[in-house]
């Protein structure tokens, strides 16, 4: 991938943030200004002070006229006429105003408040003192009766401006985020579809680079190690195929030589070993062309269901079992409980499967040991049990022994195996929509589990 020498860090692309939120803060407050001079300009508003500055202004009047009326009154202000007394004269004050305004003109209380405040008049014949406000508002008595005022309205202005402006810097920041995250975003998706012909792009953030960049490494080791798996797993195919072809040729002289004995005169007993050997050698032949056709890509393992009586189906299985284990001298455990009448399968590929997992357990079973084959009908299903007394499956063996190829930690590997027999046993087991399990039994060794439904007649 292509480096990209201009990057900034995330503190950098944060403070940017940050600077760009104060700028906006700050154009949203000149804003509020220039609409406030404006509106000042065009007699839109009145200043804060604005009440306080007619109150200066109509001080000569109210002191020499002789008699004070409300049209002398300024906009904005209230009054309290008294004599020399502090008697209320006049006044449009009430309450708690009233008494303020009696205190402001006897001197007692001057301090005006933050927002409401007192202007003393003296006058010949005793005092007025008026009532105004400290805060903008409209020119315009109609809008200061029905318009919010004009100080809230300005600030809820500049909030919402500063929101907005927020807003729309957040949206332009995380857009540009967004972007600068969709070279690993694609990456990642190609990765994720094991599609490692790619180039992967570039950030001008360095952490987002710095991740670009782990994962281009990361590409390049997988597609590596893929490759060697892929000519691992070539090898063996190859190795296979050659071995299934080698076997051809001692499989046809035995296949001859059977044929030669049976026309030769034999007692029964001879008779029965050299049916064995012929339909075996017959099995044998199917096995090597399933390895042909796996070590070519293809792999199509069963044919057509048919109802399969039970008990003869496992009656054949349990009868090359017994041949299986004789060398070893192996002690057959046999139990069958709840067997349906019948079952629906292909019968010679689910006898290949259980065959196989019996075979395996032979190799990996001590001589002289127990090797356990139950048959149990469920509801629903048939369940197929082999358990051996070998060393049992390690923690890898259960991730990885249904695996294609796969040959085992050093406790269970065989120069015999060649890491096909739970494969093809699953395969087969998974086109009945069945299910292999593999776990240890309670004794230690190794348990296959084969769980088959039971289908309807068709």
């Known amino acids: 991938m292509d480096i990209n020498k201009k990057q900034a860090t995330l503190k950098t692309i944060f403070l940017r943030y940050l600077l760009a939120l104060a700028l906006a803060f700050f154009a949203a407050i000149i804003i509020e200004i220039i609409i406030v001079s404006l509106g000042m300009q065009m007699n839109l508003f009145n200043s804060a002070n604005y009440s306080e500055d007619l109150a200066r202004r109509a001080k000569p009047i109210l002191q020499s006229a002789e008699k004070i009326t409300e049209d002398m009154i300024p906009n904005g202000c209230k009054f309290a006429v008294f004599d020399k007394e502090f008697k209320v004269i006049k006044t449009d004050l009430k309450g708690e105003d009233l008494k303020q305004a009696t205190l402001y003109a006897k001197g007692i209380n001057r301090k005006n408040g933050d927002k409401k405040s007192y202007y003393f008049i003296e006058r010949k014949d005793g005092f007025c003192v008026l009532q105004y406000y400290i805060k903008m508002s409209y020119s315009s008595e109609w809008m200061n009766e029905y318009f919010p005022n004009p100080e809230f309205l300005l600030i809820a202005i500049l909030i919402f401006g500063c929101l907005i402006g927020a807003f729309i810097i957040s949206i332009v920041f995380a857009k540009n ?25 570039n950030s001008p953030i360095k952490e987002f680079n710095d991740v670009l960049c782990s994962i281009s490494d990361m590409k390049e080791e997988l597609k590596k190690s893929l490759k060697e798996q892929w000519n691992l797993e070539k090898t063996k195919k190859d190795q296979i195929s050659s071995l299934a072809h080698d076997i051809k040729t001692p499989l046809t002289i035995i296949k001859g030589n059977t044929e030669l004995l049976k026309e030769s005169y034999l007692n029964n007993e001879q008779k029965e070993y050299i049916e064995f050997i012929e339909k075996n050698s017959i099995q044998i032949e199917k096995y ?52 349906p009448e019948n079952i629906i399968i292909n019968k010679e590929a689910m ?108």
Not at 318 to 330: D, F, R, S, T, V
Not at 371 to 395: A, C, Q, R, T, W
């Open 177 to 201: 985020l967004k972007n600068n995250l969709i070279p690993l975003m694609e990456a990642t998706e190609k990765i994720k579809e094991q599609d490692l012909e790619f180039n992967i792009g």
């Open 288 to 339: 090597i062309k399933l390895l042909i056709d796996m070590s070519k890509g293809k792999l199509e393992l069963l044919g057509k269901l048919q109802k399969t009586n039970t008990k003869e189906f496992v009656y054949d299985i349990y009868n090359q079992l017994i041949a299986l284990a004789g060398p070893k001298e192996l002690q057959i455990r046999f139990e069958q409980k709840d067997i």
């Open 351 to 458: 006898h290949r499967a259980i065959i196989n997992i019996i075979s395996n357990a032979v190799d990996y079973s001590p001589c002289n040991s127990n090797l356990y084959f139950y048959v149990e009908g469920k509801s629903g299903s048939v369940e197929f049990s082999v358990i051996d007394s070998g060393k049992g499956f390690s923690n890898e063996d259960l991730k990885a022994a249904k695996k294609q190829f796969y040959m085992g930690d050093s406790g269970r590997t065989s120069k015999t195996h060649w890491g096909m027999g739970l494969y093809i046993a699953d395969s087969i087991v998974k086109q009945h929509n069945g299910i292999l399990t593999i776990e240890n039994s309670h004794q230690g060794g190794a348990k296959v589990i084969i769980k088959i439904p039971l289908l309807s007649d068709f």
